[in-house]
């Protein structure tokens, strides 16, 4: 079985308009919902293997605040394809997640987690920011993932977990 936990990324800071979008660093409260969904998440007393999250700030450091809640101690691997909007590309690095790995976070943004976890399992939950689509795969390897053997667990906002 493998699990997947779709997350989009905490509220951002909007402060600054000289900032380019991918610069855009978490206000406040973005930084305090990171530690809400972390907890939520450890609660779950899910053994994560891998943190996959976009590259942009506000993504990569909800990330960083969602493994230091879970005390992941492995590296974060960014990718540009969760910055990106082709879900089709998403789903192809999913499926190259290492076979050892049986549960995994995604951190990216919308409309791509969104549409993602539609895709795989037909949620139709738009993701909020600090939110979370949790899904698993009856399968064994990453590689066969699908629709058909998805299993929509819990969709679940920070505000109300």
């Given amino acids: 079985m493998k699990k997947l936990f779709i997350i989009r990324h905490a509220k951002s800071d909007w402060g600054n308009e000289d900032l380019d979008d991918f610069d855009r660093p978490l206000n406040e409260k973005g930084i305090k919902d990171c530690a809400i969904i972390g907890q939520y998440l450890k609660q779950k007393n899910e053994k994560i293997d891998i943190i996959l ?24 691997t960014q990718n540009q394809y969760i910055y990106e909007p082709f ?27 969104s549409t993602l976890a539609y895709m795989l399992c037909g949620s139709k939950e738009e993701l909020k920011t600090a939110s979370i689509v949790e899904i698993s ?20 906002k920070a505000k109300n977990v």
């Fill in 53 to 76: 999250s976009s590259p942009a700030l506000r993504a990569h450091t909800t990330a960083k605040l969602l493994a230091k809640e879970l005390n992941f101690d492995k590296n974060i």
């Fill in 87 to 113: 879900v089709s590309a998403i789903q192809e690095l999913i499926s190259y997640i290492h076979d050892d790995n049986n549960t995994a976070v995604l951190v990216g943004h919308n409309p791509g987690v």
């Fill in 137 to 156: 795969f009856s399968c064994d390897s990453w590689m066969d993932i699908k629709k058909s053997n998805a299993t929509f667990i819990a969709y679940k």
